[in-house]
Each structure stands twice: as C-alpha cells, then as structure tokens.
C-alpha cells in the first residue's frame, strides 16, 4: 500500500535534506605560474614596448600577468623598482644580440668585429625602440644603482676597448687614440639610433626601407676614416 507522506514528515524530511550552498564572492585566483617575479618582468617588459614607460603601472602589470593588484609588491616595493626590473631584461636582451652580431665577425679581423658590434647595437635599437630608451636614458630611473644594468654595459665597453686594441696591434687603426675611436664609435651608433627612433630621417631624405643599408654605409665611413691607409706608417 502506497503512504503519503503528511505535512509533518515533509517537514523532517527537509530539515534532514542539505541545504543550497549559498553564494559567496569568488576567492581570489591562486597564482599559478612558476616564477612570478620573471612573469610580471616580462608583462611590463610588453608593456613598455607597446606604450612607452608611460604605460606602465603596477596594476596594468598584475592585470596583465593575471594576478592580484597586490602581487607585484612580493618583488617590487615600488614602479620604479619594476621599471629597473625592465631596464635589465632590456640590457640583457640588447647583450645577447651583441654576442649574436659578434658570432658572425671573423676571429682575426677586428675592424670587421668593430663593424659587427655596430650593427647589432644598431639593428636592436631599431627593433626594440622604446627599451632602447629605457637602457640609454636616465629619466626614467637611475642607471648607477642598477648593477646589472651598469655591469652589463660596462661589458659592452669592454668589449669594444678590447676589439680596438687588437686591431691597433695589428694595425689596423690609423690613430693611436683609441679612447677617441671609442666615444666617436659610442656617438654615432647612439645618435644614428635616436635619429632614427625620433624619425629624422624623412627630413634628410632617407625613406624608411633605406635606413638599414644607410647605417652600414655610415658605420663602413667611420671605419675607413679610422682604418690606417696603405702607405701610412
């Protein structure tokens, strides 16, 4: 025989049943990457290149990297600190495209070195404008309480130093002042980059698909005008 169940047993029956869970505001995302320091580097690092250092701010970077407005301050006390954090990346990606530049010049031609050294801080420069800018300005922050950044450039230096004393041991340079060789080098990759980056030159009449080739042909200028001429002791 089928019971119906009465009034009171619903009742018991529902007080027993388990209730709704009810609705609470959803907890905050766990972070899941593995390094979180070198992902919000590499959000700011993108942040940089498509805004300009304007464009950065902690909470645009914690966004980006999909973390908590909170979460960057694990690392960074401050935005000044993040954009120091960039600078380095920046050095180190501009290192790493010297030493790529420096693999395809010759061991025994160190005018050829010097050449290859030049384009690539060039070629860099014009693909990475705005880091170009963080690493060679110092209104963005302070380039000498960056040890990285200030050890990686100092390398670089040595780098070139080094490239010109083995070509005036071989013979190569024309002059034995190398310190002048070395900043007039440092002024015409620097100022051809910002030339180029500020876009001046339209105004000289140089079209866009021409800058590349005119910068190997003012680099190969400076060279010869440092080369030592045949004849000349």
């Known amino acids: 025989m089928r019971r119906t ?20 505001a959803p907890a905050e995302r766990p972070y899941h990457h593995g390094d979180l320091r070198r992902v919000l580097v590499e959000a700011a690092f993108e942040l940089v290149g498509e805004g300009g250092v304007e464009a950065v701010s ?32 920046a050095q180190r990606r ?3 495209e010297i030493d790529r530049g420096m693999a395809e010049a010759p ?17 860099w420069a014009r693909r990475n404008p705005t880091h170009f800018e963080v690493i060679s300005g110092r209104r963005f922050f302070d380039h000498d309480r960056s040890a990285a950044v200030s050890s990686d450039n100092a ?13 005036h041991a071989r013979g190569q340079l024309g ?12 002024a015409l990759v620097y100022g051809f980059a910002r030339m180029a980056i500020d876009g001046h030159f339209a105004r000289w009449g140089v079209a866009e ?17 440092i080369a030592r001429r045949p004849g000349r002791s």
């Open 175 to 186: 002059t034995s002042d190398l310190k002048q060789v070395l900043i007039g080098g440092r």
């Open 58 to 89: 902690v909470r645009e970077t914690a966004r980006r990297a999909g973390v908590s407005p909170g979460a960057p301050f694990r690392h960074f006390a401050s935005r000044d600190a993040l954009l120091a954090a960039v600078a380095e990346e």
């Open 5 to 24: 169940a009465t009034p009171s047993g619903r009742k018991r029956a529902a007080a027993r049943s388990p209730r709704p869970a009810s609705r609470r």
């Open 107 to 123: 061991a025994d031609d160190p005018l050829r070195q010097f050449r290859c050294l030049g384009l690539a801080y060039l070629r």
């Open 155 to 167: 390398e670089v230096i040595g780098l070139t130093e080094r490239i010109l004393k083995e070509a």
């Open 94 to 96: 501009f290192r790493a």
């Open 209 to 225: 698909a021409e800058i590349d080739r005119t910068a190997e042909a003012v680099l190969d200028l400076f060279i010869s005008g």
